[in-house]
Nanobody, 123 residues
Framework: QVQLAESGGGSVQAGVFLRITCVVS????????MAWFRQAPGKEREGVAS???????RHADSVKGRFTASRDNAKNTLYLHMDSLKPEDTAVYYC?????????????????WGQGAQVTVSS
């Protein structure tokens, strides 16, 4: 059974650093491209970053220079390091797994999803 479990969300003030984590089980982690998505109230789910098992990655323009996705293949773990947080970053953040080599930011391309972690940034 495939499971993706996010943790590390919370309520923070603008400008601080926060890291969220996703632990994956039930699949051969190194064979999957991993991604972070987010969904704010009343908005569509949007891609934040994707990272493949060889370390290649892409990040959405809205977070470039502030957010960094990383992964530890030995620990089946995905991270999203978020710096200089803004109120507009407030959303539920989801991790997702898709086929190796994907590196897209389209939700429909990903097969497995976590339950989400709330991140709330106040000004």
């Amino acid at each position: 059974q495939v499971q993706l479990a996010e943790s590390g969300g919370g309520s923070v003030q603008a400008g601080v650093f926060l890291r969220i984590t996703c632990v994956v089980s039930g699949v051969t982690y190194s064979r999957y491209c991993m991604a972070w998505f987010r969904q704010a109230p009343g908005k569509e789910r949007e891609g934040v970053a994707s990272i493949d098992s060889d370390g290649s990655s892409r990040h959405a323009d809205s977070v470039k220079g502030r957010f960094t996705a990383s992964r530890d293949n030995a620990k089946n773990t995905l991270y999203l390091h978020m710096d200089s947080l803004k109120p507009e970053d407030t959303a539920v953040y989801y991790c997702a797994a898709g086929p190796y080599g994907l590196l897209t930011l389209r939700p429909a391309d990903y097969d497995y999803w976590g339950q989400g972690a709330q991140v709330t940034v106040s000004s």
